[in-house]
């Protein structure tokens, strides 16, 4: 629907061009492919989830309708910088903030339009929808845009309830790596969807204001890891967090930690040492998106060696509402312990 939107702003006659990250969800290809736009990617900078400011700019034609700005893991993109980028070039810049609450263009109006995901495994966990903020300036155009999507009227009958009570109960508290090997469930592995259609869903208000106290009320325990986690930069570990700019960051909860490790072999290794400790780690999308099965051709450069060894290296941990201390020593204690063979 942002892409839609982006699209009626800048009227091209040619095919209308989205930039997006080269490492990156899936959803987001299919959601500019339904829009029948074309995805064109950008490498990242060395070491860190930002998009390449250099070939951004290389990127950007007359053509270009759309820049995604994509927080990973709670870490903002520098929204000031695209901002400014967009502005000069007239290109709609969409804050990607399924990973990040609340979005960076809360405190500061950087984006024109915010995307938001109540899906599972997000910070505000509705086990689906999302919600499309629109700046003020965009309202009537949004408005007579998204009046062509379809509107479905979310009821919270008794499956919704039974389907919420079994999450909460049941998967929430299971072992991620269990989790993994159930059969009909496919966490933890990235596949391209196409989008067949984008329907709008009127969430209950009271659900919505719901989901994002039980965020509010997790504490930032991503600085535990931070604080434990120190002695693996001797061992060539790396902290995004470092990277973030805006120091508000850091006190807000995270739904996940993000570290690099030092090569794609020592990643896997401790993944896997985490998982054998019950401790839920997960190396997230693992490839670059070009490389994601089944994600159809796609143009831009024809290679993106930052984004590949973003996403060779990187390694999340949980953080979640179980999550203890002790957890976190003991992570800390096996992460270590794996960086030393
Ligand atoms: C999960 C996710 C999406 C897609 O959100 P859905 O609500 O699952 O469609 C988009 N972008 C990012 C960065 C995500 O993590």
């Known amino acids: 629907m942002a892409i839609a939107i982006a699209i009626a702003k800048k009227n091209t006659a040619k095919t209308p061009e989205v930039i997006l990250p080269a490492y990156g969800c899936p959803d987001l290809v299919a959601a500019v492919l339904a829009q029948e736009a074309k995805p064109v990617l950008v490498d990242l900078v060395p070491g860190a989830p930002f998009m390449d400011l250099e070939q951004l700019k290389k990127a950007i034609s007359s053509t270009t309708v759309a820049l995604v700005g994509v927080g990973l893991l709670g870490i903002p993109e520098r929204l000031d910088r695209l901002s400014q980028l967009c502005q000069d070039s007239g290109v709609t810049l969409i804050e990607d903030s ?49 009046e062509q999507f379809p509107l479905l009227e979310m009821k919270i009958g008794l499956g919704w309830k039974v389907k919420r009570m079994v999450f909460n109960l049941f998967l929430r508290r299971f072992p991620y790596f269990l989790l993994e090997k159930l059969p009909g469930l496919d966490i933890g592995e990235t596949k391209f969807r196409a989008l067949e259609e984008a329907r709008r869903v009127a969430l209950p208000e009271q659900l919505v204001f719901s989901g994002i106290h039980q965020f509010r009320k997790r504490l930032p325990i991503h600085r535990s890891y931070l604080a434990q986690l120190q002695l693996l930069k001797q061992a060539g570990w790396d902290f995004l967090d470092e990277e973030t700019p805006s120091s508000n960051a850091q006190s807000v909860p995270r739904n996940r930690f993000a570290i690099l490790a030092p090569s794609a072999h020592k990643r896997d290794l401790a993944e896997r040492a985490l998982n054998r400790a019950g401790i839920g780690a997960s190396s997230f999308y693992r490839c670059i998106l070009p490389e994601i099965d089944g994600v159809p051709e796609i143009t831009g450069a024809s290679s993106y060696p930052n984004a590949r060894k973003f996403s060779d290296r990187l390694l999340t941990l949980p953080c979640h509402e179980d999550v203890t201390e002790a957890d976190i020593a003991l992570a800390a204690e096996v992460l270590i312990r794996s960086s030393q063979d």
């Open 98 to 146: 399924a990973q990040c609450f609340p979005p960076a263009s809360n405190r500061r109006q950087w984006a024109d339009l915010i995307v938001l995901s109540f899906g599972r495994g997000k910070p505000v966990n509705l086990m689906g929808g999302g919600a499309l903020l629109v700046r003020r300036n965009n309202l009537a155009l949004a408005k007579q845009i998204l």
